[in-house]
């Protein structure tokens, strides 16, 4: 049976493009008013039109938001909390792979800065109204390319060496490990937390590089891929299934929980990744009331 989200307020990052957009377009299908958290007003306003055209009665909104850069995800997290008095679901979806080493301009290198920190500052931001809207779900949109190595605390910002997929599975691993970490600190809430894998799905996906891994690499490995629609599947679930309220803590393929790769589940590198996320996260003049993760 197709769940009712009549009435709740679910936020979708990275909305205009891939799983993103094809969950935000079946949330907001099944009732929910879906606020879909783009970078880019043109490409926002493409999908949102879309959206529209596809499912008539949908409710979907647009707002803009950098989420590798701090700075724009206080302001957003102010300006969607000055808009909406409640929260139910929170996916944390937009993500990239950069074959080549960039960085954001709070000077983290960007895999890290989009892929981590943009979900763990998010959610901490929200976090208040996500307890205040109980029950409520987070879900993150993580990666089986987790599986590649444990996280290299010694060189974080990868300076002394790059590899696009080695870093890009380390940022997917520390998805992991921030939602078995938040899943603890947020046992009894009523606030659950689940990281899932999409599969391989053909979406833009890996398109922003230049040189042969956009022009020949993804185009020839895509042709096996999963489409968007069976890439969103597991998103979908865990936003919306009643099979899933109160479960937490778990990593997700297929819409089956499944175990995840063994150093994912080492508390002492979790509360570590935890400690040096938040040492990575910029002072800001006023913080907001409630930032932070204000759960122990
Ligand atoms: N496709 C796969 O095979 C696969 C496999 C495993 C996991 N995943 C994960 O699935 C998630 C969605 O990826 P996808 O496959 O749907 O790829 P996609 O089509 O490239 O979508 C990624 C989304 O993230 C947005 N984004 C990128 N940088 C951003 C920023 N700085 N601020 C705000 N939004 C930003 C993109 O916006 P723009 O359009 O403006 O760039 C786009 O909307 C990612 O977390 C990815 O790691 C994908």
């Not at 490409?43 to 803009?64: H, N, T, W, Y």
């Not at 996280?151 to 696009?164: E, M």
């Not at 040189?211 to 895509?222: A, C, R, W």
């Not at 393929?253 to 589940?265: G, I, T």
Request: proline residues 4%; charged residues 20%; hydrophobic residues 45%.
């Amino acid at each position: 049976m197709v769940p009712n989200l009549t009435g709740q307020v679910i936020m979708v990052t990275g909305a205009n493009s891939g799983i993103g957009k094809v969950t935000a377009r079946e949330l907001a299908a099944m009732g929910a008013t879906v606020v879909m958290v783009v970078r880019s007003r043109e490409r926002g306003e493409a999908a949102l039109a879309e959206i529209k055209q596809q499912v008539s009665q949908a409710d979907v909104r647009l707002m803009l938001c950098d989420l590798s850069a701090q700075a724009d995800i206080h302001r957003f997290a102010a300006e969607f909390k000055a808009t909406y008095d409640r929260l139910d679901v929170l996916v944390n979806n937009a993500g990239a792979y950069l074959q080549k080493r960039q960085e954001s301009v709070d000077g983290l290198e960007m895999t890290l800065a989009l892929n981590h920190m943009g979900y763990f500052l998010l959610t901490s931001l929200l976090l208040d109204l996500l307890l205040a809207s109980a029950p409520a779900r987070i879900v993150n949109v993580s990666s089986d390319a987790h599986r590649s190595r444990p996280v290299n605390f010694g060189d974080l910002q990868r300076k002394k060496r790059y590899s696009g997929f080695g870093t890009y599975g380390e940022s997917k691993l520390m998805n992991i490990m921030f939602t078995f970490e938040l899943a603890r600190r947020l046992a009894g809430t009523g606030v659950t937390v689940n990281a899932l894998h999409p599969g391989f799905v053909r979406t833009n996906f890996g398109r922003n590089n230049n040189g042969l891994m956009n022009s020949l690499f993804m185009p020839l490995v895509q042709r096996f891929a999963l489409n968007e629609e069976e890439g969103a599947a597991t998103s979908i679930y865990l936003a919306s299934s009643p099979e899933v309220a109160g479960v937490t803590g778990q990593y997700f393929v297929k819409k089956q929980p499944v175990r995840a790769v063994d150093y994912a589940y080492d508390e002492a590198a979790q509360q570590q990744l935890w400690a040096v996320s938040e040492a990575l996260l910029k002072p800001v003049a006023s913080p907001p009331a409630g930032a932070v993760f204000p759960v122990s």
